[in-house]
């Protein structure tokens, strides 16, 4: 794990962040910073909070009070049309249920950001074919999700995150079901697509792997943040 310089600026910022769900409190006064183009591990018990800090950062979700800044905006203040907008234009989700539309072909899937952020369909299409190419699913681009392997559609998602070019992936647990070789390798192909883009990686993870790769450690317990950094 690399050293983290404390002089760089941040670009993701929480302030005293709170989100309880009923009685439970999953966040309590949250505090991290992360600069941009960092690799971040998020580590803790499974409930320990790891999910809902990825979607508090990603605007899928609001606080119940505190400030969530990224790239300059404070998402708490933005409402869930202007968050969509911003979710749609800079960020990228890896899910561990690969969260594929049945009904679209690998590349279809895969297509679906740039449509949304009005890419021309054949720029879109070609630059889908290229990037699921490279990620080695060439014999895969007309067939269904469901007609692929776990490790295949994992790729698949990999590729529908990164391919509008996003600042910010998030990745929820994104080898937790795949076996260790194909987890390697998806892990593998995940950082070097968000390194050779200069996105900043955001990933919870159970993997002491993925942990020992990440440039940061950032753990949550008992509703706490302990940043990892050096």
Not at 22 to 41: F, H, K, M, Y
Not at 84 to 102: E, H, K, T, W, Y
Not at 120 to 125: I, L, P, Q, T
Not at 158 to 172: F, G, M, N, S, T
Request: glycine share 8%; proline share 2%; hydrophobic share 40%.
């Amino acid at each position: 794990m690399t050293s983290y310089d404390r002089t760089m600026a941040a670009w993701i910022e929480l302030e005293d962040v709170c989100k309880s769900y009923g009685s439970q409190t999953v966040l309590e006064r949250a505090r991290v910073s992360i600069e941009r183009g960092r690799i971040v591990a998020v580590v803790g018990r499974s409930g320990s909070g790891k999910s809902t800090l990825l979607r508090l950062i990603g605007g899928l979700e609001g606080a119940d009070s505190g400030v969530v800044r990224v790239d300059g905006t404070d998402f708490t203040g933005l409402g869930e049309t202007a968050r969509a907008l911003r979710r749609r234009r800079d960020l990228g989700f890896v899910f561990q249920s690969f969260n594929l539309i049945p009904t679209l072909t690998v590349t279809e899937n895969v297509e679906l950001p740039l449509a949304l952020n009005d890419v021309d369909a054949a720029d879109g299409r070609l630059r889908s074919r290229e990037l699921l190419t490279e990620l080695g699913l060439a014999n895969c681009l007309d067939r269904f999700p469901e007609d692929i392997s776990g490790g295949e559609q994992q790729r698949v998602a990999i590729a529908r995150a990164v391919i509008h070019e996003p600042k910010l992936v998030l990745a929820d647990e994104p080898t937790g079901n795949l076996d260790a070789e194909t987890a390697h390798h998806v892990f593998e192909l995940l950082l070097r697509t968000c390194r050779e883009r200069n996105a900043t990686l955001i990933v919870a993870t159970h993997s002491t792997e993925i942990a020992t790769r990440a440039e940061r450690v950032i753990a949550i317990s008992s509703g706490r943040i302990e940043d990892g950094a050096s």
